[in-house]
């Protein structure tokens, strides 16, 4: 299994512009989570989806901030407009249900400049 | 909702000595904490996990202790090595789901 699997790795974008980012969870895992990390905050958890169903997303910032599941192998986040604040590492984590055994992807390292 | 706590920040130690880094939570109905370790650059990965009706768990040379009346739980590294040298994050269940993360020890052995 390769994991879960992020892209981009690396994503620098302007201020303003829209930003969409890409996560196919293990196969057969049916709970996929969006966590975000900063040196400020640590690891913050965006939103979880249980069988491509969000569930709880009140960890999004805000408005600008969106996420998708449209089908068990595919999400993705989006944030527009983005912002200089932004900037962190997004990561994507996937589990056969609830907290048990998060497998994290190797995440976007997005810079809003 | 869950808060844990995480001590200490950041943790240097000689190599072949032993790490303990320590989390307090305050929710009395968590049952469930994992460990993750997280290299430079590179994303979290799960080490070790305890559940609330356990109160040690040993894999090779890392453990975890809980003690659930103090509300505590411990990672501890024996006979530390070059490449333990990570950021290591503590957690406890929040929900069903839901983690809440301490704010992560920084480790270096030194040669």
């Known amino acids: 299994d390769a994991g879960v699997i992020q892209s981009p790795r690396h994503e620098v974008t302007e201020m303003g512009q829209e930003v969409t980012l890409r996560c196919k969870p293990i196969?057969?895992?049916?709970?996929l989570f969006w966590y975000r990390q900063t040196m400020m905050r640590g690891l913050e958890l965006l939103i979880y989806?249980?069988?491509?169903?969000?569930?709880?997303d009140s960890g999004m910032p805000e408005d600008r901030f969106s996420a998708k599941m449209p089908n068990a192998s595919f999400s993705t986040l989006k944030i527009q407009p983005s912002e200089p604040r932004d900037s962190a590492v997004y990561f994507c984590?996937?589990?056969?249900?609830?907290?048990?055994?998060?497998?994290f992807g190797s995440g976007t390292r997005l810079t809003v400049v | 909702g869950e808060n844990v706590e995480q001590h200490p920040s950041t943790l240097s130690v000689q190599e072949g000595d032993s790490a303990v880094i320590k989390c307090t939570y305050s929710?009395?109905?968590?049952?469930?904490f994992p460990w993750y370790k997280q290299e430079l650059g590179k994303r979290p990965q799960l080490i070790i996990d305890?559940?609330?009706?356990?109160g040690e768990k040993k894999d090779q040379r890392i453990a975890v202790t809980l003690n659930k009346t103090a509300k505590h739980f411990s990672l501890h590294i024996t006979e530390t090595q070059p490449e333990d040298s990570a950021v290591y994050f503590c957690?406890?269940?929040?929900?069903?789901?839901?983690?809440?993360f301490g704010a992560g020890t920084t480790v270096t052995v030194r040669a």
């Open positions: 984590a996937s589990s056969q249900g609830g907290p048990w055994g998060y497998t």
């Open positions: 196969s057969g895992h049916n709970s």
């Open positions: 989806f249980n069988n491509n169903v969000p569930i709880d």
């Open positions: 929710d009395s109905a968590s049952n469930y």
């Open positions: 305890i559940r609330s009706n356990v």
């Open positions: 957690a406890g269940l929040l929900n069903d789901y839901k983690l809440s």
